[in-house]
């Protein structure tokens, strides 16, 4: 952590040129080879036995002296290449290698290659760093399989988490410490090492998983910091009426007041005319539901995310204010279901991605994030940024899923400079 | 058929006094125990043990040497009183006695039990008339257990549709076919009668299943025809995306667009200022329908209704208007997916019901009808108009529906006079 804002040392220039583009590319379809599917998608869900062996690959894939593969009790993964002082706690990177049921081969698997390929960069380079570094691949980011999302990097940054994510059960009923078992076993050449260990800072390389550096032309977004979310559920009551003899005055549709309501909740968004708001209704289930009958109770959800504190709660009182104001003939009642906080990451390290962005040469943009990363438990811990790189028609979580290798390779230029800065 | 317009003649008031308001609540209240339920509703769907139950207590209930019952092969069954002329073709009141899976106690049972005690009016009365009368209970109105529904009067009007409805199956497989024979074993001492006989005229009486007549205080509803509907399925194509990472302007939300339809088709609905048009979105169906993920696809449907084709036709053109100008960025088609064009009564029937009406010494009004009868397929036959009684509170097809029994009884003598100006 000897940068000063803004500049990049001259050593971490000189670390661009030897990151390796084809061998990064290789690396990274290798992975994408475990769990591959006949339509380009990966399917590669946390704990499964693709996945196990695709632990099991990266273990060999890289070794050295100054290598050691750690994992911890709630199923972490690291690679560690030893600095000069390895007292001190670690410069970090990483992401995760599980996917979506249906996933694309980019991903978190993007941000782990990345990391592998800075190791190895710094091999060429015939560098020593003086922290020691280490690529994390968190267990179990998508949460699909067993939930929560984040088990993992949650899991290190407060381990008193990890009981009750040992409890959690996939649709088998297979629990999490059940599925670990095998885990472990794949993974019996790396050492244990304990939870909640300290971090010097934490830099993750990601796809965006969003349309915002395409549409921009930039090839690198410097992450400021994940936004907050909040989810509501309104309840829309009407009477349930018949279509042919109820005429209009005497109808409480809950359709129609609900509809009514999401024009309403999506204009108040756009006249915030805040690019970093977002607001979507993506359910919307109407009783009876049937073509002749007026429906008499409609459930929408609201999705809003921004990365202020305020301005969602500015929103959210617009959202009650608009909800109640309903009244007859349907009334509607607003519920918040989920509050996740934003999580602001440290200005310092991001400076030091935007430097790195600089250098690199390509076109880069701040940006928030729109999805959650485990970049948002590691902020919790220590120093955080991370580094975006496109996504092709901002598609992600799908077989589609796809970023040009050009881009990829620059995203992990960015990724091994900010790193070699702060682990000097 | 001997009846000037706007009068109604002396024979057809004389009778009114004789309609024996607690003999007729007395067998309306004896046929809601076949299938009754503890919540006040009726359970006796079409074909069941307990509607064949229904028919033969039917069958004993009226009898004696003017009176025949009769059945035909879509399972109509008829008691018939005899006339002076009995090789004229009869004048018919009737409805149904089957209901919805939990229906209420009046419904299509009103118009049966009101006929029966309109021909025990004509007996405490001492009065044979011309033209022999028949009660008609139909097969099969409500379509919930065999689609369609008005099965036994659309099989009535054209025995040509026969071949088809005895081959409708229920949910276990059952067919009408075979649903009959224990049907038929219920009515065996009813006589076989073809099908599509001539019929001199035909008037129903039902509930309203609406609130129209409750809302103006009017005890009468004199139906002068079964308003058109058309059916469309409107679907909207967006993109799914992530609602965390894709600005307001990369989205292409079916769900946003589809509640913005749902409120223009309503708000041209609304400026037509037309009582009798009824429009309603019923059914409202998202893809994926997840709180984090932008909607690409929704399938709404349209319930169009009015008693004038040009209106239909020309709401039609609203509605393709609006939905084919949606375009960029969620295209929308519409597809017409049923059709029933306008049933007008005829106009003397008409007359002769509000004549009985006004003679009942209650208030009436003339009105359309909301939803599908029975009297729709007569009308294909023969002069037919309908008497309505209201609905408290406008509910139907449900356990609370009712009606008060002074309204009820007015139904009936309303009826009786109109069938004796008819049959005299």
Chains 1, 2 share one sequence.
């Not at 080879?33 to 990266?58: I, K, Y």
């Not at 690198?220 to 018949?242: L, M, N, P, Y």
């Not at 999580?343 to 991001?350: E, N, Q, S, Y």
Request: aromatic share 6%.
């Amino acid at each position: 952590m000897n940068t000063a804002p803004h500049s990049l040392p001259p050593q971490a220039i000189e670390l661009m040129p030897h990151v390796n583009g084809a061998r990064y590319l290789r690396m990274q379809r290798g992975l994408a080879g475990f769990g591959a599917r006949t339509d380009g998608g990966v399917s590669r869900e946390a704990l499964t036995s693709v996945e196990n062996e695709a632990r099991r690959w990266l273990m060999e894939l890289v070794h050295g002296a100054q290598y050691s593969w750690r994992v911890d009790a709630a199923g972490n993964l690291f690679l560690r290449r030893a600095g000069r002082d390895n007292a001190l706690p670690p410069v970090m990177t990483g992401s995760h290698i599980d996917t979506q049921p249906v996933g694309g081969w980019l991903d978190g698997a993007y941000g782990v290659i990345a990391g592998l390929e800075t190791m190895l960069a710094l091999d060429d380079a015939g560098v020593q760093t003086r922290y020691p570094l280490e690529v994390a691949m968190w267990n179990n980011e998508e949460g699909s399989r067993f939930k929560p999302g984040a088990m993992g990097s949650s899991a290190f940054a407060d381990p008193s988490r990890l009981d009750e994510y040992l409890r959690s059960t996939d649709a088998d009923g297979t629990t999490v410490q059940q599925a670990l078992r095998s885990a472990f076993s794949a993974m019996q050449a790396a050492e244990m090492v304990p939870l909640g260990r300290p971090v010097t800072a934490y830099v993750e390389a990601h796809i965006e998983q969003g349309p915002v550096l395409e549409a921009a032309n930039h090839t690198i977004g410097v992450v400021t910091g994940i936004q907050g979310v909040r989810w509501f559920e309104v309840v829309v009551t009407g009477s349930s009426a018949h279509a042919g003899t109820t005429p209009f005055a005497n109808r409480q549709d809950a359709l129609l007041s609900a509809a009514r309501l999401v024009v309403a909740v999506h204009s108040c968004a756009e006249q915030y005319a805040d690019e970093r708001l977002r607001v979507t209704m993506g359910r919307f289930e109407v009783a009876a539901g049937s073509v002749n009958t007026v429906a008499d109770n409609v459930l929408f959800t609201i999705d809003l995310r921004h990365p202020e504190s305020e301005v969602l709660e500015k929103f959210e009182a617009d959202i009650r204010r608009i909800v109640e104001s309903n009244g007859s003939p349907c009334p509607a009642t607003v519920t918040r279901v989920m509050d996740r906080a934003p999580t602001p990451f440290d200005a310092r390290v991001i400076d030091i991605v935007e430097a790195a962005a600089r250098h690199s040469g390509v076109p880069f943009q701040r940006m928030g994030s729109g999805a959650f990363h485990d970049a948002m438990y590691l902020a919790d811990l220590c120093p955080t940024a991370m580094v975006f790189v496109p996504s092709i028609g901002g598609i992600s979580h799908n077989a589609a899923e796809d970023t040009e290798e050009e881009h990829l390779v620059s995203g992990v230029k960015v990724l091994a400079a900010a790193l070699m800065a702060l682990a000097m």
